[in-house]
Nanobody, 124 residues
Framework: VRVVESGGGSVQAGGSLRLSCEVR???????MGWFRQAPGKEREGVAH???????VYADSVKGRFTISKDNAKKTLYLQMNSLKPEDTAMYYC????????????????????WGQGTQVTVSS
């Protein structure tokens, strides 16, 4: 199983980016989410998609980021609008094969598979 992110880049504040995450391999994933880690900071949850399609967001991104999932393609997306310099970080996609119905952002230890990360840089 491989988790592959794409779509990162450099934008100015107020701009948009769309991240994609594909799970490759003969494996069914039910839960997927996005995490990020900025230099010198701990990894934090950004957005999560539950088994039933419900979503959870960090307060810092609510109203600006939208997570969506294409189960048939085993692909997760993160549409990021109104980007701010504080959104600058390495963004990681995580997946697991068990069901989940969280109402709060889960910790990273809940996930089995991780991507290599994609860098997002927002300049002021």
């Amino acid at each position: 199983v491989r988790v592959v992110e794409s779509g990162g880049g450099s934008v100015q504040a107020g701009g948009s980016l769309r991240l994609s995450c594909e799970v490759r391999g003969y494996y069914t994933v039910y839960c997927m989410g996005w995490f990020r880690q900025a230099p010198g900071k701990e990894r934090e949850g950004v957005a999560h998609s539950n088994s039933d399609g419900t979503t959870v967001y960090a307060d810092s991104v609510k109203g600006r980021f939208t997570i969506s999932k294409d189960n048939a393609k085993k692909t997760l997306y993160l549409q990021m609008n109104s980007l701010k310099p504080e959104d600058t970080a390495m963004y990681y996609c995580a997946a697991r094969g068990r069901h989940c119905f969280w109402t709060n952002l889960p910790g990273g230890n809940e996930f089995n598979y991780w991507g290599q990360g994609t860098q997002v840089t927002v300049s002021s």
